[in-house]
C-alpha cells in the first residue's frame, strides 16, 4: 500500500464548477502538505502549503487538512479551462529534509 | 531570476548503456533533489543534495546516483539502464536543506526513453 493516495481520475467539469481534490495518508510523520500543479510536458509547480489542520485560502484554491484522518483537500472555485492539468499532493515528514512524497496525481479538465 | 535548468531535455539510449543527466538549480539555491515520473509510479524521491554532501536517498538501486559539485549543480547518473527506467527524470532546487518548510522549485525534467 503506498503511503499517499490519490484518485487519479480523470476528473471533468464544466467551466465555473466547484472541484475538490483529495488524498489520504498512512505515515503519521507527515507534517507538511502541498498541492502541485503539473502542466503537460512541464515540471510541477507548488499551489499551496500548509503544515496545520484547518483551512488555508489563497484566492480560488482552498487547502484543507485534517491530520485525525490523514486526509487533505483541495478546493478550486470558479474552475477556468486554463486549471486544466494534473493536481498532484505531496508531503514531508518532520526531519525529512526536502523528500516529498507524492500521490499519483489526479487529472483534471475544465471544459467550456 | 532564471529558473530550474536541466539538459538535456530528451534522451534516447538503448539497454545497458549509462546516462548522465545535468541540473543547474535557481542562483543562490542550495539544495537539489532528484524525482523520477512515471505514469505507473508517479513522482518517486531519488535523491537529495545540500552542499555536495546527499543528505536523504529514495529506494533505488544502486544503479541511480548522483552528485553536486561547488557552485550547487548536480548530475545524477544511471548505469546499466533497464527500460523500466524510461521516464521523466525532475529535479527541484530549494533554499535550504529544508524542514518541510522550504518552497521546492522544478526544472521542465529530462525525458530518458530507454530502448
Known amino acids: 500500500q503506498k503511503e499517499v493516495e490519490q484518485d487519479p481520475g480523470p476528473l471533468s467539469v464544466p467551466e465555473g464548477a466547484i472541484v475538490s481534490l483529495n488524498c489520504t495518508y498512512s505515515?503519521?510523520?507527515?507534517?507538511?502538505f502541498m498541492w502541485y500543479r503539473q502542466y503537460s510536458r512541464k515540471g510541477p509547480e507548488l499551489l499551496m502549503y500548509?503544515?496545520?489542520?484547518g483551512n488555508k485560502e489563497d484566492g480560488r484554491f482552498t487547502a484543507q487538512v485534517d491530520k485525525s484522518s490523514k486526509y487533505i483537500s483541495l478546493f478550486i472555485r470558479d474552475s477556468q479551462p486554463s486549471d486544466s492539468a494534473t493536481y498532484l499532493c505531496?508531503?514531508?515528514?518532520?526531519?525529512?529534509?526536502?523528500?516529498?512524497?507524492f500521490g499519483t496525481g489526479t487529472q483534471l479538465k475544465v471544459e467550456l | 531570476k532564471a529558473g530550474v535548468t536541466q539538459t538535456p531535455r530528451y534522451l534516447i539510449k538503448t539497454r545497458g548503456q549509462q546516462v548522465t543527466l545535468s541540473c543547474s538549480p535557481i542562483?543562490?539555491?542550495?539544495?537539489v533533489s532528484w524525482y523520477q515520473q512515471t505514469p505507473g509510479q508517479g513522482l518517486q524521491f531519488l535523491f537529495e543534495?545540500?552542499?555536495?554532501?546527499?543528505?536523504n536517498k529514495g529506494n533505488f538501486p544502486g544503479r541511480f546516483s548522483g552528485r553536486q559539485f561547488s557552485n550547487s549543480r548536480s548530475e545524477m547518473n544511471v548505469s546499466t539502464l533497464e527500460l523500466g527506467d524510461s521516464a521523466l527524470y525532475l529535479c527541484?532546487?530549494?533554499?535550504?536543506?529544508?524542514?518541510?518548510?522550504?518552497?521546492?522549485?522544478f526544472g521542465p525534467g529530462t525525458r530518458l526513453t530507454v530502448l
Open positions: 527541484a532546487s530549494s533554499l535550504t536543506e529544508g524542514a518541510g518548510t522550504d518552497t521546492q522549485y
Open positions: 500548509t503544515y496545520s489542520s
Open positions: 543534495y545540500f552542499s555536495e554532501t546527499q543528505r
Open positions: 542562483s543562490g539555491h542550495r539544495s
Open positions: 505515515n503519521s510523520a507527515f507534517q507538511y
Open positions: 505531496a508531503m514531508v515528514e518532520t526531519g525529512g529534509g526536502n523528500k516529498l512524497t
